[in-house]
């Protein structure tokens, strides 16, 4: 049985190729998986399917039919393919070829395959929908691992920042970016580019670090009590509460202090503790729903200087600020006891006090 599909034949690094539409159906009947973790790495075609990867993409196809979108899939056939022209001469038109001996080698979307097959599986009218397909004829093993490596030589990820910024459908990012205009110590303040702050950045946070503290203190903002507006103002009405005990965050604001000289002295700026603020604070609000601004003041307490002993092995390990979910744990862990919240046993152990060689020894 011969299958056809639209094309346009086009000539890229002196090799002829071919952009296809292909019906999202068509996906799992046409390519299929080989386990390539049968084969050493240099013996495979592509590179092993990561599993782990396949539910969050077949998720996001479900969860936004009216918007998901892909980039090309790119592959190379092992069979006999037929370009035949709208007209002679012409660059586009059909693409044919016996079924039975379609053979590819996904060089690029292989995770988004089996993604758009286990999402067809769910919603089985996705099938109608198209997906572009650039078919590249076989030449050979070092060939089809030459493209891979083309194809994700200079993919660079976007900064998570940049991610939250352009991503409408988060009900966190939206939050986020209301909250960032509406505490005034981080209005002009956030850098919305820049996952991490560049050493000498005039801003007091980056946009990714406020809306992890955010995703602390509010979870994933879906909180059957809370509509959007409120789980907003809840988080609002709780920033602009702590920017009032933490004086400095106002000073960088005013003008009075450089950013830069918070950074390099204080603990109070980095991310680590905003994002520990944001957990601590979920638990006061809950514990404390009337009372936890005045709870709040105790932070006024702390020493947010980095050479405050308190914070070695806290999130300060050898004279240098970490930020790794040990850290973040026991952060937190600090703060709750600042703020008078009951420890559980691993949070305790998390800021128990480290034994001097002179203790260990006695």
Not at 295 to 324: F, G, M
Not at 330 to 352: D, H, M, P, V
């Amino acid at each position: 049985m011969k299958v056809t599909f639209p094309a346009m034949e086009g000539v890229i690094g002196q090799r002829k190729y071919y952009a296809c539409l292909m019906k999202l159906s068509s996906i799992p009947k046409m390519f299929t998986f080989r386990d390539w973790a049968e084969f050493t790495p240099e013996q495979r075609e592509q590179r092993v399917l990561n599993k782990k990867r396949i539910p969050d993409i077949t998720k996001y196809i479900v969860d936004n039919e009216d918007g998901y979108l892909f980039a090309s899939i790119t592959a190379s056939y092992k069979c006999a393919a037929t370009f035949k022209p709208a007209k002679e001469g012409a660059p586009i038109g059909e693409l044919e070829m016996e079924f039975e001996d379609a053979n590819f080698v996904i060089n690029d979307g292989q995770h988004r395959c089996a993604a758009i097959a286990a999402a067809i599986h769910q919603n089985p009218a996705l099938g109608d929908e198209s997906i572009s397909v650039l078919l590249f004829p076989y030449e050979n093993l070092p060939r089809v691992q030459q493209m891979f490596s083309d194809l994700n030589r200079f993919v660079a990820k976007t900064s998570k920042s940049l991610d939250i910024l352009y991503d409408k459908r988060d009900l966190i990012s939206r939050i986020t970016l209301e909250v960032i205009e509406k505490v005034p110590v981080f209005k002009g303040m956030v850098d919305k580019d820049s996952a991490s702050l560049p050493t000498r950045s005039p801003k007091l946070f980056s946009l990714a670090a406020i809306y992890d503290a955010n995703e602390e203190l509010l979870g994933d903002g879906n909180e059957p009590e809370l509509t959007h507006n409120e789980a907003t103002a809840k988080a609002v009405d709780f920033w602009i509460a702590v920017s009032k005990v933490i004086p400095d965050w106002g000073k960088v604001k005013n003008g009075d202090l450089k950013a830069v000289e918070l950074r390099q002295e204080f603990i109070c700026a980095h991310s680590v503790v905003l994002r520990a603020l944001g957990a601590a604070g979920a638990e006061l609000m809950t514990q404390y729903p009337t009372d936890w601004k005045g709870k709040l003041i105790e932070l006024n307490s702390i020493d947010w200087r980095k050479v405050n002993p308190e914070w070695e092995n806290v999130c300060i390990i050898a004279n240098s600020v970490v930020s790794n979910r040990q850290a973040r744990h026991a952060t937190k862990a600090y703060l709750k006891n600042k703020l008078g919240l009951t420890l559980n046993e691993s949070e305790a152990r998390a800021i128990k006090p480290v034994p001097t060689l002179v203790e260990s020894a006695s």
